[in-house]
């Protein structure tokens, strides 16, 4: 069995995401979709990974994996929702959460009757055109029976749980063509079984070497549909070890996760990045002070990246037409001034100021 370190393991999850070297827009899209959470940051992440940005006609922003809003190639979209929803309905409650499961329940429903009820309002909801947010919840809040609909303590009304909403995506039901939009989605004739086993694949390829857990982590699956997911492939995989655990990698993969390509420059990541939000946090940080800074309770800070490996904590913050950005070096420093100035035009600003 083969055998690696976790600096290798993560010098190739750095070559799966394209973080090693830019690549074309839509290939560093596809790899495992771009979370566009909070609003705007799929850019920055999409300029770790690519020169320029694809044709807007060739992707589509859809709630995806863990409910969050994920921009993905409009030919792969099946892969990051059809694929997320299991056909066993005990394994649903991991889809919307714990809490949504259970007031499904004590209203009498299933969590798959609720589902359909909620998609079925939806489609009727739609049928118009497409609704911002508060007119979507309002067209639900009309459909669908006070039992979908708790009060909500934040917003002082009643409204669909989040859980169930955000399904709307995997569902094949909603799609968001603009912030806080949705529209009824196009349609995606792809197979839901060669869907799965590509969501596994470029999973592996970002995230491996890898279990069923991390990919259940990762998607907000139930473990035992991540790990039905996992034995669908199970010819294609391979299994290694990190630092002594038991993983599964692509067979197709092993010759990269050998000697992974090496990475150059820097690259300045948000705190919801694809990277930084990978399934096994103690990988990409194994000091746990650190990890602690790296992923508060609020407000993640990003993460700059000097040939691959972790560099520096940052956080920014708009002042008129600049936009500051705070450093927290971990070793080395070097110079991130082309990139924090490339950064600012993406997120509405002129230019950067760099402190730390």
């Not at 990277?275 to 790296?294: E, H, I, S």
Request: charged share 30%; net charge positive.
């Amino acid at each position: 069995m083969m055998e690696v370190d976790g600096d290798r393991a993560l010098a190739f999850r750095v070559a799966g995401q394209h973080l090693h070297r830019r690549t074309d827009p839509l290939a560093a899209i596809a790899a495992c979709g771009l979370q566009e959470y909070p609003p705007g940051w799929a850019r920055v992440a999409l300029h770790a990974r690519a020169r320029g940005e694809p044709d807007p006609r060739q992707t589509v922003t859809v709630n995806a994996m863990r409910g969050a809003p994920y921009v993905v190639p409009h030919r792969d979209v099946a892969i990051f929702t059809a694929a997320l929803v299991p056909d066993d309905g005990e394994h649903l409650d991991a889809l919307i959460g714990k809490m949504p499961a259970e007031e499904a329940r004590d209203a009498g429903l299933g969590v798959r009757d609720a589902l359909e009820r909620v998609a079925a309002a939806a489609r009727e909801g739609l049928a118009g055109g497409p609704l911002e947010r508060d007119d979507f919840h309002q067209a639900l809040r009309e459909r669908l029976p006070e039992s979908l609909l708790p009060w909500c303590r934040g917003c002082q009304s009643r409204h669909v749980r989040p859980g169930l909403w955000r399904a709307l995506g995997p569902l094949g039901v909603t799609e968001m063509p603009e912030k806080a939009t949705y529209r009824l989605a196009r349609p995606s004739r792809a197979p839901v079984a060669k869907a799965r086993a590509e969501l596994v694949r470029r999973f592996l390829r970002c995230f491996g070497p890898a279990t069923h857990t991390h990919l259940a982590t990762w998607a907000q699956a139930a473990p035992a549909y991540a790990k039905s997911l996992f034995e669908a492939v199970e010819d294609e995989l391979e299994a290694v070890k990190v630092d002594g655990r038991g993983r599964w990698a692509l067979a197709e993969d092993v010759a990269r996760l050998e000697s992974p390509p090496r990475a150059r420059g820097v690259r300045m990541l948000g705190g919801h990045d694809p990277f930084v939000g990978q399934p096994d946090r103690a990988a990409l940080v194994a000091d746990k002070d650190l990890r602690k800074k790296l992923f508060p309770a609020v407000g993640r800070p990003g993460v700059v990246l000097h040939d691959g490996s972790l560099a520096a904590l940052w956080r920014s913050r708009k002042k008129g037409v600049v936009l500051e950005v705070e450093l927290d070096w971990l070793g080395t420093e070097v110079d991130v001034a082309k990139e924090a100035r490339e950064i600012a035009k993406l997120r509405g600003c002129e230019t950067a100021r760099v402190t730390g």
